[in-house]
């Protein structure tokens, strides 16, 4: 059976994608690039996004802050095929556990690694370099560098990601508010509501399209906190 496929074709350079950064150790030693620790004495400087690779081996780790608590959540794509046809571009998420940064170095169990600065083309960025990362674009066991961005912040609810909402902010709104909000969590991972009212609703934003069944495994600690306190003052209202 025949499977349409598109080529990857990897370029032994540094590489700049949609204005985005990412190299592999290979690419860094060719390139004879100098990297150097970036230090941040609030850890919370260091929440963002973390692009590697390119095209079908392009992934992402988010990173999102909060006090004490830090997740890191790797977001890639997969094509969708039917009847030995592509037919869509999907997103999956998988979230990193025992997730810790002392310093500038990052531990995990699923790959470890530190926050530094790289230079390319005269000019500087910030990036996560992590050992044999779970999406492996160079060699296996390399070191991988991708490069920071701040949030796209999809939603009108965002600092659910980011956040745990105090009560007094959530005892503020209405329960239509409250279930928009809430339901905007599982939104975010494109998740297919059965409700004709939600669906209805989620189709008009432009960052939606709906083709998970379940997206339980894909929350993070702070969504699933927001999403029990959400639904308590639902329930009191």
């Given at each position: 059976?025949?499977?349409?496929?598109?080529?990857?074709?990897?370029?032994?350079?540094?590489?700049?994608?949609?204005?985005?950064?990412?190299?592999?150790?290979?690419m860094i030693e060719e390139e004879n690039i100098s990297l150097r620790a970036w230090e941040e004495e609030n850890v919370k400087n260091y929440s963002g996004v973390y692009f590697f690779g390119e095209s079908e081996a392009e992934s992402s780790l988010h990173l999102f802050i909060f006090n004490d608590m830090v997740c890191a959540q790797l977001e890639k794509g997969n094509w969708t095929i039917k009847n030995s046809k592509i037919i869509d571009w999907t997103k999956s998420y998988k979230n990193f556990t025992?997730?810790?940064?002392?310093?500038?170095?990052?531990?995990?169990?699923?790959?470890?690694?530190?926050?530094?600065?790289?230079?390319?083309?005269?000019?500087?960025?910030?990036?996560?370099?992590?050992?044999?990362?779970?999406?492996?674009?160079?060699?296996?066991?390399?070191?991988?560098?991708?490069?920071?961005?701040?949030?796209?912040?999809?939603?009108?609810?965002?600092?659910?990601?980011?956040?745990?909402?105090?009560?007094?902010?959530?005892?503020?709104?209405?329960?239509?508010?409250?279930?928009?909000?809430?339901?905007?969590?599982?939104?975010?991972?494109?998740?297919?509501?059965?409700?004709?009212?939600?669906?209805?609703?989620?189709?008009?934003?432009?960052?939606?399209?709906?083709?998970?069944?379940?997206?339980?495994?894909?929350?993070?600690?702070?969504?699933?906190?927001?999403?029990?306190?959400?639904?308590?003052?639902?329930?009191?209202?």
């Amino acid at each position: 059976m025949k499977i349409e496929t598109t080529i990857l074709i990897l370029f032994f350079s540094i590489t700049t994608v949609k204005a985005q950064v990412f190299g592999t150790q290979v690419m860094i030693e060719e390139e004879n690039i100098s990297l150097r620790a970036w230090e941040e004495e609030n850890v919370k400087n260091y929440s963002g996004v973390y692009f590697f690779g390119e095209s079908e081996a392009e992934s992402s780790l988010h990173l999102f802050i909060f006090n004490d608590m830090v997740c890191a959540q790797l977001e890639k794509g997969n094509w969708t095929i039917k009847n030995s046809k592509i037919i869509d571009w999907t997103k999956s998420y998988k979230n990193f556990t025992n997730v810790k940064i002392k310093g500038n170095q990052f531990y995990s169990d699923q790959s470890n690694g530190e926050f530094v600065f790289f230079e390319v083309a005269n000019k500087k960025y910030k990036g996560l370099k992590l050992v044999n990362p779970p999406v492996q674009t160079g060699n296996k066991g390399d070191y991988e560098i991708g490069s920071y961005s701040k949030f796209d912040e999809i939603g009108n609810y965002f600092n659910t990601k980011t956040t745990i909402i105090s009560l007094n902010y959530l005892n503020k709104m209405d329960k239509e508010e409250l279930k928009i909000m809430r339901n905007e969590i599982f939104a975010r991972y494109h998740y297919e509501f059965k409700t004709k009212k939600l669906s209805e609703y989620f189709i008009k934003q432009k960052w939606y399209s709906g083709y998970h069944q379940n997206v339980d495994s894909f929350l993070t600690e702070i969504e699933k906190e927001n999403i029990k306190r959400i639904l308590n003052i639902e329930k009191n209202n």
